[in-house]
């Protein structure tokens, strides 16, 4: 049987924020949450440990199934953490994970390897550890004849111990008995006056129980974030990692350092993803298409060989073969027809572009159905909204309305219809029909002229 534990209690500190640490986000998911999709695929019911917040935690992770919270009342270190779980874990039996829930970057097969490895060699404890060049702040590994025997805090180390560049990940494997045995016999005495969980693995060892560790050649996985310092640089590995991906899989990143993309982002061969753009949430992207510079999409939809540059999209879905922007705003219900434009600084929310519809320049649309081939001049507004309610424009195919239009909605226009320039419609406009709305224009000859004459005189006299 396995279990997993999240440690998720720890006060923060060093953030100096009002939010819980393991809430704050690093490419586009909360710590905590990155920490538990790595574990989801080992299997083993999920145990979390809250403290300092734990509704506001509690909360944001309502949506998942299956986890089981345990409160911690006082912080008083990483072993007293596992305390509250203690019944939970003696009842489940066989082996725990145990990890911190401020460390995002550890991987699903690395957890998996320390399982397996754990199992193997039928440990009572199993570390997974690092060597790192910088290994300051970390727990470090004392081995004697090869094999770790301690794990001695940075604030309790000597000098010596200090140069240890082996560190503990904050990930481990116990036998549950082992571990439960462990917690017991903690005592507070160190730097920081609290009960570790790393002074099991001592006295573990002074029991003659068998202690292992699985020790990966780099630091990659086993950032810990303590301050905005380290979350900054867990968000820049994160992001790095989601790209390479995306390049191994065919995907252009123009620059990687100006390039902003969620794990959960899913991008087709091909498509080159130029600089400035951030790409968040479920958004899906198609193949050969070319997103940016400057593009901002939020949980989007895009076909094959789309072009978008400059362009905020939230919700929004465009099809294959559109091209949006520069400076287009893309508003929740936005749809983008195969093939149709949108220029220049138009905004479209809960709006449906049919096939091969123009949306050039300087427009809003709002609440309408524009039928395909129908193009729509600059300046056009649709009026959807009262002050109180909004209401729906319907415009048919492959009609045309001229520049500087206001659609007074509720509205039809009909297929095939001509709105002239300037008009302001409150009425439909059946299929095939031209309507105006505009008063005559008066030419006055000469009129320009002779005003020029007589304020010249009346400026020199
Ligand atoms: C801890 C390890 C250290 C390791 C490092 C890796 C201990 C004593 N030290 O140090 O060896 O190198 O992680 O990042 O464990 N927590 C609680 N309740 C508490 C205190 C802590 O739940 O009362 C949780 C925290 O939320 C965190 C984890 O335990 O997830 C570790 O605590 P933290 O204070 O961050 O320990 P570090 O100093 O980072
Ligand atoms: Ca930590």
Redesign the pocket.
Known sequence: MLSVLI????EGTRMKSDLP??LHTAAGKALVEHVLDAVAPCGGQVGV?L?RGADTVKNRLAARKGLTFFI?KK????G??VRPAARWLARRGGDVLVL????PLVRTETIRALARHHRREKNAATLLTAEVADPS???RIRREQGRPVA?V?HKDASPDEQRVRE????TYCFRVRDLLDGLRRLRPNNAKG?Y???DVVGYLVGRGRPVGALCLPNGDE?L?V?NRRELAEAAQRLNRRTLNQLMDGGVTIVDPASTFVDAGVRIGPDTVIEPQTFLSGHTRIGARCRIGPMTRLTDCRVGDGVRLDATMGENARVDSGARVGPWTRLRPGAVVGRDAHVGNFVELKKARLGVGAKVNHLSYLGDAVVGPKTNVGAGVITCNYDGYQKYATQIGAGAFIGSNVNLVAPLRVGSGAVVGAGSTLTKNVPAGALAVERSATTVKPGWAKKRRLIKLRTSHG
């Open positions: 440690l998720a209690a720890g640490k393991v440990v403290g911690q912080r008083r270190g990483s007293d953490a911190c829930g401020d460390a702040g970390y727990g794990i805090e560190i503990n990940s904050g609290e570790y969980i790393t086993i810990g303590n």
